[in-house]
């Protein structure tokens, strides 16, 4: 008996330690509540509406306000949901068979809102999802902030599982590079940091 409370100590603890972490807490949508994609997306489960679909794949769109969407969406316990649905969705709208030829079509600011939905549908393995964040930085050419914090987000969730000192310093490398163009709203850059330091005494 002892040994089962023990497990279920254990068990209880991890659970809670992945619910407190960077793709979990931070809620950084709220700072982008008057949109109407934000709004449409507040509550929804199981499939995804094509307009919402169309306008996470839409390129022209603002990157900042897509990735407020997908944080909307939130995260799906089970693993499913709006990484897949995302997935699917590009392949059928570029016409392409696999991921691979998928990061290949997709531009930096696409190819980060993939990564950020992917992560956030299996935040237990965030593996790949980190990889195709670390592909859109590489495509971020014109050096969009947005694109960089996510990224950095999806890594520090990866280091959450190992190097708590990396948490913080990942997303607070992304802050206080200068180089970065500012697109997205100091609001929610205020609500990432506010978790992300708590991290900084590690």
Request: glycine share 6%; aromatic share 10%; net charge negative.
């Amino acid at each position: 008996m002892k040994r089962l409370l023990t497990a279920i100590t254990l068990l209880l603890a991890f659970t809670a330690a992945w619910a407190d972490s960077p793709l979990t807490s931070t809620h950084f949508a709220d700072a982008y509540s008057e949109n109407e994609m934000v709004q449409m997306a507040g509550g929804l489960q199981g499939t995804i509406s094509t307009t919402l679909l169309n306008y996470l794949a839409d390129e022209h769109a603002p990157v900042d306000l897509r990735l407020a969407v997908v944080n909307k969406l939130g995260w799906d316990f089970e693993g499913t949901s709006i990484g897949a649905q995302l997935g699917e969705y590009l392949k059928g709208r570029y016409n392409v068979k696999n991921e691979k030829k998928l990061v290949k079509k997709l531009d930096a600011r696409t190819l980060a809102v993939y990564a950020y939905a992917k992560a956030m549908s299996d935040y237990f393995n965030v593996t790949g999802a980190s990889e195709l964040g670390h592909e859109a930085v590489k495509k971020n050419k014109d050096n969009s902030f947005s694109v960089a914090m996510i990224s950095s987000l999806i890594d520090a969730q990866v280091y959450m599982d190992s190097d708590w000192s990396m948490v913080y310093k990942v997303v607070a490398n992304v802050l206080n590079d200068g180089s970065l163009h500012l697109d997205m709203r100091q609001e929610a850059i205020d609500n990432i940091m506010e978790y992300i330091n708590l991290y900084s005494e590690y």
